[in-house]
């Protein structure tokens, strides 16, 4: 038998659905992670190419947009556990070109953007209060890493009651059997999964 | 190049290492996930065994120690999205055999045993604070599933900034794929892995 | 100049408005804070009295009703800060008459009924996320006391960006002036104050 | 039976204590809480020069200081209820003059300043992991106001098990009804109050 066999028998798997206010939550599409050399790489930069449409379907259709950066303090002050783990993250500093959105991405008047120090974009940030203030009753979520931040940021906004989507080709991964794995892993117990186009396609149809 | 070496060459999977006080943290070890036809399966039940030994040598050594049960509302009243997805965890009520821990691991007196609905022992309940309050610096991990609510404790302990050990052979899951690439994950961002002997041999040492 | 001439000057005391999703909540309204040797006294009966009406509006009109207990572990490995500030809210226990909620409140089928230990009815519980899952945009506040865990809760329904409602005469203490003084300070800073009636009135209009 | 007499006899009051890993918290002490025009006022700025001195003590003996500024988005995108209630708040940006820390207490080098949108210093912050990540055991706390941010973040401090002292003459208020009306109910039920002098020599005993 199988994983998928196991997770159908023991009754994972099923659709948490769609809700009628969604946002959309653009995970750490910031420049460091489209540099190879840094935390970039894999699937990443074509992951951004589809969020930027469906960006712009999300602004279109006037439902609110959130973006999390990667920002420790100049003085590394607030580095923690994972900048042991991953020394590198505290480069990411308020002004660095590293810890800024991508150029095909660039947040517009209005859109919310929320400086991060851990994995979740709820840990340690108002987002949760921020999607409360929207009347978000659903969260369609892009970004990087597949295997981290939007992992981690799924588990807590499904935690938190909102319906949540993953993006299947607007999230990316350094690599690709990380990606794939978890996937699968938030398939079976956190989110539903939908490509960009089927997400286009359901929020246009809600903003008429 | 295989998705190690991407890991490496990006700076991952350093040591966040072993503080001075550290507690044992014991996710999901109920009735309802030894049973194949229910949650559990896999290496779960060896996990137990593993995990058993290792609660003796906490207790010897005055370490503290909590355990997560997953409990729901008698009237489904706190069944939320986590539900829609694996419609069956809203039977493990209060009073269910299936929500209560494992006999080879019965709490004892003064040990903390915490009502969870969601995947981190964090999320919704006083962990963070119980840990504070006992001066915890580092959580030694195991439990159940590695790819569920294993990880996603793991991620909120490494966010609140304890060192976070995550027992190799004290955690378990239903599918054997999604435990390894779960450690792969942990292991590279957020916690360091040790089995059992060498936790029990470290804090031996720490309490002498 | 008196307070109030200050706060006026400074822009505080605004309404933040009645949402059109409303919840009540229902503070430690329980047997040991009805008792003047234990918790009690002051107003406090009066203000379960007047809960009780509100509370039956709440349900003809089916809006979500969520309570809250003080719960601690039998056997106290969960007492921490608070206990020492106040020994006797550990005896709150489970099973405990002190910690079950009032007869004349007593939560039907499908209500939430949330066990917390400290004073914000949001700290280390999923009201957050209940609320979120019922699609809440405003929380209406009544229990006890106004000082400690009204006070408490209400601060974090508004910084959750709850609208948030203190229902007058539904909130009670066990000393006057400490009511007094924290109506005050909720109205100018995080809540808009209502009368039982005014509230009633108002879902009611919502409802129809 | 005045309001002391009631809380002596449910056993309110009692001292939670001093630890030995204390860190000092100094609450919005920014610009704008020293204008009397904005939101200053009453003795802000005496507790302001008392905290200046204890800062000194605390550098000296080499315990962990945080700061908290209030700090919204420029474009308003994170405004919530609190902005309803207190509409000037909204000005607070990352660069007003008004949300820098005041000029006598500026922060140095590996100190840990905290944007914040909400009464705590917890709320949607890493407050709460930055005090883990430094072993602290106990929190001090000066700042303004006495019965906003100090309060909120005093109750915050003790729900997450720091034992909280709160520093009666380096905390101000705009007016003095609420000022003392706070300080006594967090002495009842959250924190212990100890003058500066008291602190320093307590800090300055547990550095030797």
Redo the contacts between chains.
């Keep these: 038998m199988?994983?998928l066999e196991?997770?159908q028998?023991?009754?994972?798997?099923?659709?948490?659905?769609f809700g009628e206010r969604p946002a959309l939550l653009i995970v750490d599409f910031v420049n460091g992670f489209t540099d190879a050399?840094?935390?970039g790489?894999?699937n990443i930069d074509a992951a951004i190419q589809t969020t930027k449409s469906l960006l712009a379907t999300a602004r279109a259709t006037q439902n609110p947009v959130a973006f999390t950066r990667v920002v420790y303090?100049d003085?590394?002050?607030?580095a923690?556990?994972?900048c042991?783990?991953?020394?590198?993250l505290a480069a990411l500093t308020e002004d660095a070109p590293a810890s800024q959105v991508v150029d095909d991405l660039t947040p517009v008047?209005?859109?919310?953007?929320i400086?991060k120090?851990?994995?979740?974009a709820f840990?340690?940030?108002?987002l949760?209060?921020?999607?409360?203030?929207k009347?978000v009753?659903t969260v369609l979520v892009t970004g990087c890493t597949t295997?981290?931040c939007v992992?981690?940021s799924v588990?807590?906004s499904?935690?938190?009651?909102?319906?949540?989507i993953v993006v299947t080709d607007g999230v990316g991964d350094?690599?690709?059997?990380?990606h794939e794995?978890?996937l699968?892993?938030m398939e079976?117990?956190?989110?539903d999964l939908m490509t960009a186009e089927e997400v286009a396609a359901k929020i246009t149809e809600l903003a008429q």
């Design positions: 199988d994983e196991i997770y028998k023991q009754g994972f798997g099923n659709q948490s659905g050399d840094q935390f790489g894999g303090a003085d590394g002050s607030d923690g556990v994972f042991l783990k991953a020394p590198g008047h209005g859109e919310y953007v400086r120090t851990q994995p979740s840990f340690g940030t108002n949760a209060a921020w999607l409360v203030a009347s009753d295997s981290g992992r981690a588990i807590d499904m935690s938190y009651n909102f319906r949540t350094r690599a690709m059997a990380p794995a978890n699968f892993d079976q117990k956190y989110a």
